[in-house]
Nanobody, 118 residues
């Protein structure tokens, strides 16, 4: 059974930092590209950052220079370091795993809430 479990969300003041984690089980983690998505109330889910099986990272324009995605294949975990947080970063953040070859092997976590407010 595949599971992606996000953690690390919470309430933070503007300018603060959070680190999200997504622990995967039931998959060969090193064969999956990993993504972080965000979904704010009333908005579509959007891609925040992605990291390939080789470790190449890409970011959405709104988070470039503030967020960093990383992965630890030994721990089957992907991270999202979020710095200089803004109120507009408030959203539920979801972890996604995409197999490097088989597109039908696509899995989601349950999400973790991030709220940026003073």
């Amino acid at each position: 059974q595949v599971q992606l479990v996000e953690s690390g969300g919470g309430l933070v003041q503007p300018g603060g930092s959070l680190r999200l984690s997504c622990a995967a089980s039931g998959i060969i983690f090193s064969r999956y590209h990993m993504d972080w998505y965000s979904q704010a109330p009333g908005k579509q889910r959007e891609l925040v950052a992605s990291i390939s099986t080789s470790g190449r990272a890409n970011y959405g324009d709104s988070v470039k220079g503030r967020f960093t995605i990383s992965r630890d294949n030994a721990k089957n975990t992907v991270y999202l370091q979020m710095n200089s947080l803004k109120p507009e970063d408030t959203a539920v953040y979801y972890c996604n795993a995409r197999h490097v070859l088989y597109q039908q092997n696509d899995y989601w976590g349950q999400g973790t809430q991030v709220t940026v407010s003073s």
